[in-house]
């Protein structure tokens, strides 16, 4: 009798270690990922700082399944140069990773946004999701405990990347001279995040490590110039925008806060910033190639690291330029009643964040899942 007790329990073990009955694919790190996309955009998070939310949120959750499957997966301490090692699991402890992996990223998706709890309610759906599923209660602790650790680690590392410095660091301050960037309408903003250039990157070894060409230089005089000519380009083809031009306009409006003015009406329009948009381009690319949920774990990861180094790239460029926007000229030496079909974004206009962080994104989903792939 004994005997077949024995045998019933290690049958329910190796079921549960090698089945893992409560997932089957990736769904649940796709809702954990639309999860914190929800509160970067109800808390209005700059682009900017979705991508650093996205980042260390990823990267919590690839380190618990590298320490799982270090055969195919490895830690990123050591890769990125500054990032010290994680806590190991104990080896005599059973663990479920890919729930580890879920709270790990719930944990520093919090931690990183406000206000504090606001991926609890995925939490708590989650390990009840597991405990419905017959987890037992001692691979739930020992999972639940070794995220904690996990995320714990990466915050610790994530407060020296010179975030904080930058939430007190001095306004940036407006020069009303030709050529130079000036805030635009309707909102007239403040210089969006003008100390970026000064957050650590991850895999860059600084933020001037890839130098882009000198923007034109200002000159509307000259209507032979380069300058000239890229302002009257923009205005006749915003003035001529054909359906297929302007649906894809719209499709690549990330504008995260955009202000509506209707008569002297104003309301705000929220919605996902560039980043936001390629995490849920790299859910889509997951879901088209029925990828496993490790891979996507470590698709997710790549392509925040990209977008939050390019963004930093970027950004130091942007504001060592300083370039004044098409709309600025437009209006105050052509049309002052013109306007661009996306409202702009209050940041220098040289160089594209679009074309930069886009390009970054879609070099590691061309790495997880292969070349020339469609998404709507």
């Known amino acids: 009798m004994r005997k077949g007790i024995l045998i019933i329990l290690l049958v329910q073990q190796v079921t549960y270690a090698q089945v893992r009955p409560w997932v089957t694919d990736a ?32 990267i919590a959750a690839y380190e618990v399944i590298a320490a799982g499957d270090p055969k195919h997966y490895r830690s990123l301490a050591g890769q990125i140069k500054h ?27 919090n931690a990183v946004t406000f206000p504090e709890g606001s991926m609890f309610t995925y939490v708590d759906e989650l390990k009840k999701k597991v405990k419905d599923a017959g987890m037992p209660s001692e691979v739930f602790e020992n999972s639940v405990a070794y995220s904690d650790t996990v995320a714990k680690s990466i915050m610790k590392w994530s407060k020296k ?6 939430r007190s660091a001095s306004k940036y301050n407006v020069v009303r001279k030709d050529g130079r960037w000036i805030p635009t309408p309707p909102m007239y903003g403040q210089a969006l995040e003008p100390h970026w250039g000064e957050i650590r990157p991850m895999a860059l070894d600084s933020a001037s490590q890839i130098p882009a060409p000198e923007p034109p230089a200002y000159n509307m005089t000259d209507k032979n110039g380069v300058f000239y000519k890229n302002v009257m380009y923009v205005k006749g083809k915003v003035d001529s925008l054909t359906a297929d031009q302007t649906h894809m306009a719209d499709f690549w409006d990330d504008n995260a806060f955009k202000l509506n003015v209707i008569g002297h009406a104003q309301f705000a329009t929220k919605k996902f910033g560039p980043a936001g948009h390629w995490m849920n381009i790299t859910g889509i690319g997951s879901k088209m190639a029925k990828a496993d949920f490790n891979t996507t774990v470590a698709a997710y990861t790549k392509a925040s690291i990209a977008l939050f180094d390019a963004f930093i790239n970027c950004w130091y460029v942007k504001y060592k330029a300083n370039s004044v926007r098409p ?21 220098p206009e040289y160089i594209s964040g679009h074309a930069v962080i886009s390009a970054a994104a879609a070099e590691t989903l061309t790495d997880s899942f292969g070349d020339n792939k469609p998404y709507t």
């Not at 955009?41 to 991508?51: G, L, N, T, W």
């Not at 990032?83 to 699991?89: D, F, G, N, R």
């Not at 709309?327 to 940041?347: A, C, G, R, S, Y």
């Open 27 to 58: 769904a649940p790190l796709h809702r954990a990922q639309k999860a914190l996309t929800e509160v970067i955009i109800h808390d209005i998070f700059s682009p900017p700082v979705a991508s650093r939310i996205y980042a260390y949120a990823n």
């Open 83 to 109: 990032m010290p090692a994680m806590p190991k699991p104990e080896k005599d402890k059973e663990i479920d990773f890919q729930f580890a992996s879920l709270l790990s990223f719930c944990f520093v998706g």
């Open 161 to 166: 990347d010179h975030y904080a410095a930058t």
């Open 327 to 347: 709309e600025t000229v437009i209006n105050k030496l052509i049309d002052p009643n013109w306007k661009p079909h996306i409202q702009t974004p209050p940041f």
